[in-house]
């Protein structure tokens, strides 16, 4: 522990100069405006973002991403206080009770309980980054490449088949996305796969492409092919002041503590998934709360507990990234990309390789939390004009820039074909109820997965037994079975 | 089987989607009989994940498919689709794809940002095209010049 906490210290001592203070300003000011704009959340954000950072070095990138990683976490729930959008699931339940909040004149109270459960449940998260990295390492340098595959198969199952609607749809997605990823030429035997004759294609595609295209693109045709149903959302006005009474104080730290204590190993398991916390949160701060006839109609609980679960999962999420090289959502699996782009493996040599990196990380996520508390509640005024930019220019503008950060990097013509193509096969899953993001993970997951099964059956000499052999290989093989078909059993044993 | 009673009429547009993921399975399997495999030794050749993939997409196609022939799933319905706006957006996307590289970066993301205002109801397309310039020419210095990405010429960029 006391060495955790000196290499924390020198953390700080990479974080605290002026110029990663810079950039960790600059990450959560940007992730706050950014994740403010209804329609992009933080997948999208830092895919768009992601052309600024080749420009610095590996730190500073770092410290950048964070700072927007958590920033628009922090500008999301602005959003569905004040404008209820139906967008990323992780938000519906802050959206349901803050919505309401604002609507009763209460928008100041709802925001400031976001911030500063968002800023508990941030630091909380951080400090479980702090110590579960260094276990968590030690536990994965045990871990073959039998492991490994193992791990990700379960990853892959939980993301795809057991969070979300229908495992059908879900595991459609990942099968897509691994498709995706498999295209170009294989790095171990030098063949070309699925390259079509295009030779563009033979260096596979930038997931960048892949996310703009799913998350900007096909978003925005969703949101203009459904115009005519949908109802139009209204900026409620922020009337009363952006603090919290005593009873306010009372009624919220519990739930902010509660959230945390949820969200964060949650996200850290190698499932993933924010929704389970929030929804979980919202349905025991229901029954706990003094006053449960005011949920569903502006309960300040419903918003504390559940935007401190899904803050605090944001965190978790961390854990697996860092330390097993695992991504586990859409943005992790982004970040995932922009490492192996610096020539980064993250996992659980990069601790050893990379402390400097590793540890400022940390430190400027500790400083970021700080800064996005200081930031949020004095700036409402500016975010709240971010809010009101009128829907013709806000989707213009998404357009634009995803235009201009996929063809305008890399001058390939076949990329933005590709984006749009992809926008459309995105509004397509979009409008038949597909999930996104185990699209962009199995991109991602699926070549590292080849990957350690490849080493693992080198090991073995062809010997496949090895995964079911070696005991923790096998029990997270057997996991990832039971998350895959234990649903169904249990809902044909209902039945009956 | 029992089924689900209260849903009986084929749901065509599912099915069609269940097809497409067929389809989609069937051009993944073909591209990976075309895979070269005897270059160099690999205990693991390069055709063992594309085939995982294919064979996942046409299980999953099939699935997709029964479903549609039992009456689909909950999604939303095309009796709400605005064809409207979904063809001013395709339109300026299009007119993007095939500008882009004879005019320009800046003056075709002009034109896709006034469609796309359009597409979201704008009525004001002169206001429109004067907000996207502006932003073009701000996104294209900043991107161009500030942060030294060879974003390529056009007839607006050849005047900065």
């Keep these: 522990v006391t060495d955790t906490i000196l290499q924390l210290v020198q953390g700080f001592g990479v974080a605290l100069t002026p110029v990663n203070l810079m950039w960790c300003f600059i990450g959560v000011f940007v992730g706050t405006a950014v994740g403010v704009l209804p329609g992009i959340g933080p997948a999208l954000s830092i895919a768009l973002l992601l052309p600024l950072t080749y420009k610095v070095d590996a730190t500073a990138a770092f410290i950048l991403f964070s700072g927007i990683y958590y920033g628009t976490m922090y500008g999301g729930s602005t959003t569905s206080i004040l404008l209820n959008t139906p967008g990323e699931s992780a938000t519906i339940v802050t959206a349901m009770e803050g919505n309401q909040m604002a609507k009763r004149g209460r928008a100041g109270a709802a925001l400031a309980t976001a911030a500063i459960g968002s800023f508990v449940a941030g630091t909380i998260g951080t400090i479980g980054i702090t110590f579960l990295a260094e276990p968590v390492v030690n536990l994965a340098l045990r871990f073959g490449p039998a492991e490994y595959f193992s791990l990700m198969m379960l990853a892959f199952v939980t993301v795809s088949a057991v969070l979300g609607s229908s495992a059908v749809r879900g595991l459609t997605s990942l099968a897509f996305g691994i498709f995706l990823g498999l295209i170009g030429i294989d790095l171990q035997t030098g063949q070309p796969r699925f390259w079509f004759g295009i030779t563009e294609l033979s260096d596979g595609i930038n997931v960048i492409v892949v996310a703009v295209g799913l998350f900007a693109v096909g978003e925005t045709l969703y949101l203009a092919a459904r115009r005519k149903s949908a109802e139009p959302a209204a900026v409620i006005e922020v009337k009363d002041s952006i603090w919290m009474s005593r009873e306010d104080w009372s009624r919220s730290w519990k739930p902010w503590l509660r959230g945390s204590a949820l969200g964060f190993p949650i996200g850290a398991m190698p499932a993933g998934g924010s929704e389970i916390p929030t929804f979980l949160s919202y349905f025991i701060e229901k029954r706990l709360s003094p006053k449960p006839e005011e949920f569903g109609k502006g309960a300040i609980e419903g918003v504390a507990g559940p935007e401190a679960a899904n803050n605090a999962s944001a965190a978790g999420v961390l854990v697996p990234m860092l330390a097993l090289g695992l991504p586990t959502s859409a943005t992790a699996a982004i970040m995932l990309s922009a490492f192996q782009s610096y020539g980064i493996t993250p996992g659980p040599l990069l601790l050893q390789q990379q402390p400097a990196l590793v540890w400022g990380l940390i430190a400027s996520l500790y400083i970021g939390n700080v800064m996005l508390l200081v930031l949020n509640l004095p700036l409402i005024a500016l975010w709240v004009k971010m809010l009101k930019i009128p829907e013709p220019l806000l989707y213009g503008g998404i357009l634009m820039f995803a235009t201009i950060g996929t063809y305008g990097i890399s001058q390939s013509y076949v990329d933005l074909v590709l984006l749009y193509l992809i926008g459309f096969a995105g509004f397509l899953m979009r409008r038949f109820d597909f999930p996104t993001a185990p699209v962009i993970i199995g991109m991602i997951l699926g070549p590292l997965a080849e990957q350690n099964f490849r080493q693992a059956m080198t090991i073995s000499q062809g010997d496949m037994s090895v995964l079911f052999t070696r005991p923790l290989s096998a029990t997270l093989l057997a996991l990832a079975i039971l998350a895959l078909v234990g649903p169904q059993i249990w809902r044909a044993m209902v039945r009956r | ?160």
């Design chain 2, 1 to 160: 089987m029992t089924g689900e009673p209260n849903r009986s009429a084929i749901a065509w547009q599912d099915t069609l989607v269940g097809l497409g993921v067929l389809a989609l399975a069937a051009i993944v399997a073909w591209q990976t009989t075309v895979i070269p495999e005897n270059a160099i030794y690999a205990r693991v050749g390069p055709k063992v994940f594309p085939w995982l993939a294919a064979t996942m997409l046409a299980v999953m196609g099939a699935m997709l498919t029964i479903e549609g022939l039992r009456g689909g799933w909950e999604h939303e319905e095309s009796e709400g689709t605005d064809w409207h706006s979904l063809g001013w957006l395709l339109l300026g996307l299009l007119l993007n794809v095939a500008l882009i590289s004879v005019i320009g970066f800046i003056a075709a993301g002009t034109i896709l940002f006034v469609c796309t205002a359009r597409a979201f109801a704008s009525a004001r397309p002169l206001r429109d095209a004067a907000i996207g310039l502006a932003l073009g020419v701000v996104a294209y210095v900043g991107f161009d010049r500030v942060l030294g990405y060879k974003i390529g010429s056009g007839l607006i960029e050849r005047l900065l």
